[in-house]
């Protein structure tokens, strides 16, 4: 067994989304053969005592203040993008176009403009076998693995319904601080683009089909909240004598929704969708519920190692089974513990590693690519324009 | 301890609800103590074998076949009317302009117009002590009974989401019989009149406040089945090579809402109905689930004697809590079992036997009133009109 | 069709158990065709006041102050006896001996040699055609229904384990009222007799197996109670300033057995059984779960219309699977409401009557007979003989 | 901030258990501040070519086929035992008499003789600042971590029940191959040491009492399985047509027991406890329940990141509620991720080595230590001579 050439990686950002990468590039290799090795070779961030402490903390060899300058290394293969959205389509296209591997955090970008431009690029690398993917991560939770299989493998026969929720908490507290998740400059939107991208990706994935319209409502319970502080992850009190500041995104965003069908032809599923960072009591409840002809698939990420399924062709006696997705044949958990020994959140990015070295090694697009991801772009703003319209119907342009 | 006079009760329909409502009239007096001793003095229907039959099965002193007859007589104090909806509106005023009180199933009618129209009459009777009643039976449920009591006594701050499903699955066979449930000149829809509305009342009533808005979309996915055939109860099988006629009602209905706001003024909560009985695995899964500012309750009918509890005051060691509506002092439960001996689907109909005798004998309106069920008929004609016109929004009016 | 003959019942005995039965001889014929009709022709009990009060609320046709006299009247078929343990030998016994059935409420006494005396009795009865029944009533709650029919169709393989938990909380406070069921003369013993007996009954009907040995661990938690006070129910609060009594049973009984195997012949499986009114929180928490060679069972009395089993063979998507046991084709269900729609405690109580009459009708011994629950009596005494003689295994005689 | 001393550690066995301690001698550092930096700088096993292998995967500096060697060498701090327990004695002895700091994987021993010895050279060790410590592992999972707080914070009140099982399946078929696991002269035990031992340490660290005395069943379903394959991790399938070889450990272990009381004094709590690798569809269902005065605590590992309270003081509206146990002031859970995202197995090992690297750092004794394992290993012994001896009660020596 030969040593596996090296993929020299280079993460700009640090923060909630680079700890969770930086633990996925060291921890891959470490369960899963691959055909590169990863290196944890450059990490870049404006604040350079932050990026410093970063890299000594999570692994990496050294450091950059400049993203340009990162991309502009020779000794880096990936770019790998752990910023805010507004950020995404200039690092992404700048990284392609300068021969570097893209892994991209979602949402791709912060428009469907820029989305387009980016897949684009994107397309134009590959011709060059430069490859990008976009970091949907919770397509590689075993749970939602397996269902993708179990759906592909006809076990739902038709579907019918999809229910999709996206249920968090931890901007009930009106005094909770206004952040760069509050502000649409940077985030593009709320809890539509920061959680509910999460589940339009993966009913789109799991179903195979594309959402070819919406009706949508969105909110704002809580007009503004303090600002200033240092706001560190997610939640917290900021105080509510100080200054406040306008929150410009949508706290809750709801939308019914069509599909395209099996065979892009008859009438698909009828899906249902809501995200929400206000439902207290609901700490990650990332669930998704598809009824098909056949059976039912419903999961919970709150439960996130285990997977219900409904067998109808077992009836009387069918009732929902709760199949802990932690088996040897099951999709990634075999590299891991013994059945019944569960795995974490952060799991989901090593799988997504393992799976971009592999596309990479093999010279095949990795997925999602960044045209699934404008998908899920283009499904963000027909939300937002009906929710702008009175919920008028929406019709979604499905990407070729 | 004198004897209580008597209320005789005539009922017009005998299958599903006409054994729910029987059960119901015979049992209230044994486990509860009331104004008045309900006799089960007259059963109606149009076939004389089959009305007698029944009479014996549930316990009636005497038939009619005619239910004009059954209002006539003078020995009947209250009609109570379990026939399919396009025959409520002119069995209810009948009765109610005869002077006899009216329990009438739900939903109210099959239009807004027979709605408005039996809500006026009830109106006027009760001016003449003559009372009416909707039979929105879930209302009984203790779980819900105690949501209710706890959103009053203002454990969940002010409501930010509502959260409403009626899952059922017994159509999932596309061979399943063409019923009357699935003709709209006799049910006057499908399964959001059948079980959305049960969700509708819920949500409305457990929050004190009405819909002000929905956008909907509606789905018949099995457009036709097979006719003839001896169906009783729901689901079935009614085979696939006998002649089949169309499904004129919604297989499912979806919509988004607002609500009218816990002083009317400002925002309410924002909605989020799915009713379907497509659902492969969910058997009555009729779910509720409310987001406060203080706390959260959840609710599903298939764990129907338990409601669970997020109480924001006791984080961060706070987590839903299942409440066994069990206990002597929940609604209804402590005149039957010891704590954890649970209840079953007929209890809701014993209660609503229990509340509506109570009222007469306190000569109050019950509750629901046909007000309260035109309200709901109001959601159900704007989710209608919104499905048929692209999801558009569509205001309901408040019912004064 | 011709009217059934009638079957004249007289109660003995009208508090928790009376209610109980009485909703079950009233309700069962509404909801199932009996070859005999249930008259409530009479109850007894010493309160001349308090058995009126009874018979009116519960629909019983006459009263009786004393049970010999029931037991002579002529227009009696059947004696139910709803009475605290250590009266049932007598009554029972000379029920049958004046040729009336009996229905006895369990355990069927307060010792071996008075369940040894009641089921000669019984046998020699049944020799003249009238026979007789212990009060097992959870065996007629459909899941665990469900749960024996599936064991003996062999969908478990053959058994390993067996694990009975009966957890309940209504003692937990040490200022609960001295109740008859702490008083070892009255009720043979505590959570042991009272709720421990169904486990044992539920586990060795089941199974189709005896119990063998046991090995066991008995605790008296709170030693002593306050005296007086009107006590009614379970469960309350007696106040901690007034007189105590001591409490002269058992607060918890924790064994482990073994069984007789499939053909009384290998091994069978190893059982852990605990009972207990002090689990904080449990507050009906009858369960018992069976691990074969091909699947398992899982019961929670507190999700009582609900049984959980796994299915081997569909590994490794297989996970243990809830059924809600409410389709027409599971035990007693199809006579009741459509699926989904759950039923309540009193239920088992109503089919415990169904499955009397039927065998009356029959001229079949019903099940379970007194020999059943002397073999249950017979795991009792082993119980306090083990635990009275530091663990020690104990065996237990098989009842032919 | 300087950076911190290196602790260099050599490891000795590197399968299941080598594995997971690699990940955690890795990740810690990555995630948490720890006094000392852990090197991986050797790891040791008899095959060359298998350990070279593992040093690869596993991230080790360089490799020792002896463990002796590995010991001698100057460049070591502390030596991680995960071989077998058979082995665990010599070399742990080996190791803290050369001055070597020790992590032991459990049980501590195959013997109380063997675990007595060990805590006599780790005591007299601690003298000399070399420190020890047993991998409990499942005292790291924040779960049970948060358990052991609530129960020192007195929310339970006086502990009543203890009930644990440890429930899986691999072993289930009777074609599993013949593994170490199943060798008594290498693991000790079966069950009873494998999972057992993890219930019985839990149960005596979160209630801070220790087990007293037993009563014990133990069985081995299947007494000879076939010999031979190349078996790596749990379960699989040895074919049923080769030789077999005799199972000579415990398929099941089932006990009662008595704990010492709060204060020694009165009256502790009565334990059940149950291990089995027979209970199809349990995966790895280690379970502990406490019932106390005031409140009781529930936990399962197959849903590992929640904790089940039941706080009486809020009853009647009381019920179990589910803590995620993923906030930042939950043990552990605030240097990974935002609330609700979950953590898996693995992470008890990178906890535990959080808190032995924290102990040496202290100079303090790490917990649990040698004593305490060997008080585990009493019970242990104490199981399996009352079941030898037909449940008599064994008494259980207290360390001291």
Known sequence: MTEP??????????SFMGAAHSHAWRTAPRFFDLPLAPQLTAVAGRNEEGVR?????YGWDSVETDWRRLIERDDIDLIDICTPGNTHAEIA???LEAGKHVLC?????NSVEEAEKMTAVARAAAEREVLSMCGFSYRRTPALALAKRMVDEGRLGDIRHV???????????ADAPLTWRLDKSKSGSGSLGDIGAHSIDAAQWITGQAITGVSALMETFVKERPVGGDFVGL????????????????DAAIFTARFSGKHDGGTGPVGIFEATRFALGRKN??????????GSLAFDFEDMNSLQF????????????????TEPSHPYTGNWWPTGHGLGYEHGFTHQVVDLVDAIGAGEQPSPSFADALQVQKVLAAVEASAAAESRWQNVDKEH
Request: no cysteine; net charge positive; aromatic share 6%.
């Open 5 to 14: 050439r090296p993929l020299r990686v280079g993460m700009v950002g640090y």
């Open 53 to 57: 402490a970063a890299a000594a903390k």
């Open 93 to 95: 296209i700048t990284a």
């Open 105 to 109: 955090e979602k949402p791709l970008a």
């Open 163 to 173: 229910r999709a929720q996206y249920l968090q908490d931890w901007l009930s507290d």
């Open 235 to 250: 939640g917290g009190h900021g105080g509510s004598d100080g200054p406040k500041g306008p929150v410009t995104v949508d």
């Open 285 to 294: 409840a990332m669930r998704l519920e598809l009824n098909g002809t056949k």
């Open 310 to 325: 409904y067998d109808a062709s077992l009836e009387p006696d069918a009732g929902f089974r709760k199949i802990m997705v």
